[in-house]
DNA sequence: ATGCCATACGTTATATCATAACACAATCCA
DNA sequence: TGGATTGTGTTATGATATAACGTATGGCAT
């Protein structure tokens, strides 16, 4: 509910439910949870995703297709570099980054001339809880 | 072709589909190609895939929904870490690992006592001659 | 305020990716 | 040789994502 300032109100809808969730939502959680508020198409949840996305409130966790509010607005999307570990058994993400590993990827990168815009990182396993 | 031993038909067909092809397919991709061999629906292909990425002959790339050989078939799989660089223009795609990296994510976890069972690492961008 | 432009929205249809469930065949190996 | 395991073929269905179209809304320069 914090800076939804700029937020339209499908983009507040969905990221508000993010927020709430205790852990990812696919773009069809999402719908069924928003059906209520009106929405009816999965267009209308894609759509504020990626918005929510290019502004860094959202992250897509590519190997499991779905989508989690970012644990630090405004913190380390800048840095370039954002990292999860998620638990297979309990469903827990948990948002990190790392200056090396951050450092070590723009290595390679810049010696190999690549010109880099995303990096995804995702660490599966079982949490301590669940290990 | 290499070390076909033991794959039974439809894995060595996909391997080799694959370890022919410049870049990533997809699933369909691979179907659409090994319709000529005989192979008819989804199932076959994605059960050759799980196969083949089970005895570490191929990778899924999770930010594309798709499939590579591997590079160094026996080689960096076992260091627990491969790590692709994807032109999203021209669609090649590189293959490495990196030590650090793969160090420092494994501190990470084992001072969470996070298990790891899997790590994807992926970069998109431009490469060298696209860039 | 008016007009323009960029962005967002709503809707329908369709494309793409992946697995469930079931029956049968091949292979290993005790 | 027979039981277990793994692979196969097939049909059906589920899950994820985007194309294409038209309308509406909001910022902002004139």
Same mark, same amino acid.
């Given at each position: 509910?914090?800076?939804?300032?700029?937020?339209?109100?499908?983009? !507040?809808? +969905?990221?508000?439910?993010?927020?709430?969730?205790? /852990?990812?939502?696919?773009?069809?959680?999402?719908?069924? =949870?928003?059906?209520?508020? #009106?929405?009816?198409?999965? %267009?209308?949840?894609?759509?504020?995703?990626?918005?929510? =996305?290019? *502004?860094?409130?959202?992250?897509? %966790?590519? !190997?499991?297709?779905? $989508? +989690?509010?970012?644990? =630090?607005?405004?913190?380390?999307?800048?840095? /370039? %570099?954002?990292? $999860?570990? *998620?638990?297979?058994?309990? #469903? +827990?993400?948990?948002? $990190?980054?790392?200056?090396? +590993?951050?450092?070590?990827?723009?290595?390679?990168?810049?010696?190999? !001339?690549?010109?880099?815009?995303?990096? !995804?990182?995702?660490?599966? #396993? %079982?949490?301590? #809880?669940? /290990?």
């Amino acid at each position: 509910m914090a800076q939804d300032l700029k937020l339209t109100k499908n983009q !507040s809808l +969905v990221f508000d439910k993010l927020s709430a969730a205790p /852990g990812p939502l696919s773009a069809y959680d999402l719908l069924d =949870q928003l059906r209520d508020q #009106g929405l009816k198409a999965p %267009l209308q949840i894609y759509r504020a995703l990626e918005k929510l =996305q290019e *502004i860094d409130l959202v992250h897509r %966790l590519e !190997s499991m297709n779905s $989508f +989690v509010a970012c644990a =630090q607005p405004n913190c380390h999307a800048k840095t /370039g %570099l954002v990292a $999860f570990a *998620i638990c297979e058994k309990c #469903g +827990v993400v948990s948002e $990190f980054s790392d200056e090396v +590993v951050q450092t070590r990827l723009a290595a390679w990168a810049d010696e190999r !001339s690549f010109t880099t815009t995303k990096t !995804s990182l995702e660490i599966r #396993g %079982l949490c301590q #809880g669940c /290990g």
